[in-house]
C-alpha cells in the first residue's frame, strides 16, 4: 500500500513539474502587451528555405491575423507559435495539419478556441510549418 501511494505522489509531482514548465508565462497587468500586440520578440533567420518562404507568404494570408507577425502571436487574439510551448518535441508538426483541420479547442492560452481553417491545401500547411520550425530553430526552439 506505501508503494502505491507514494509512486502516485510521485506521478503527481512529475505532472505538476511537467505543467509548470510548458505553462504560458504570465505577466503582471503593468507588463501586459495591448490588445494586438506582439507576445514575443524574435529573431529573424537569416534565410529561409524554399518551402519556409512560401510558407510564409501562406502564414500572412492566413494565420497572421490571429498568430501575428512572423508567428509573435497577438495579444487578445491568439498565441505566439515562436514559443516553446510548440516546441517539436510537444506540438509535432502534425498537430499543425490536424489544428488547421479540425480547429483546436484552448489549452494552454486564454485566447479561446482556434476554428479550422479553410482555403488551405496540404501543401500550403506542410511549408506553414516549415515557415515556423525555421523560426523556432533561428529561436534556440528545437
Not at 507588463?31 to 495591448?34: G, K, L, S, T, V
Given at each position: 500500500m506505501n508503494k502505491t501511494l507514494i509512486a502516485a505522489l510521485g506521478v503527481a509531482a512529475l505532472a505538476g513539474a511537467?505543467?509548470?514548465?510548458?505553462?504560458?508565462?504570465?505577466?503582471?497587468?503593468a507588463?501586459?502587451?495591448?490588445e494586438g500586440d506582439a507576445l514575443v520578440t524574435i529573431t529573424q533567420p537569416e534565410t529561409l528555405s524554399p518551402e519556409a518562404l512560401m510558407g510564409s507568404?501562406?502564414?500572412?494570408?492566413?494565420?497572421?491575423?490571429?498568430?501575428g507577425d512572423n508567428a509573435t502571436g497577438k495579444m487578445g487574439f491568439g498565441p505566439p507559435l515562436v514559443?516553446?510551448?510548440?516546441?517539436?518535441?510537444?506540438?509535432?508538426?502534425?498537430?499543425?495539419v490536424?489544428?488547421?483541420q479540425n480547429g483546436v479547442r484552448a489549452h494552454h492560452w486564454p485566447f479561446g478556441d482556434m476554428p479550422a481553417q479553410s482555403g488551405l491545401t496540404r501543401a500550403d500547411v506542410g511549408n506553414i510549418i516549415a515557415f515556423v520550425r525555421e523560426l523556432q530553430r533561428a529561436n534556440g526552439i528545437e
Open positions: 511537467a505543467y509548470y514548465l510548458t505553462r504560458p508565462p504570465q505577466m503582471t497587468q507588463e501586459a502587451p495591448a507568404r501562406a502564414f500572412d494570408a492566413t494565420c497572421a491575423s490571429c498568430h514559443h516553446k510551448i510548440y516546441e517539436p518535441s510537444h506540438h509535432g508538426d502534425m498537430a499543425f490536424l489544428a488547421v
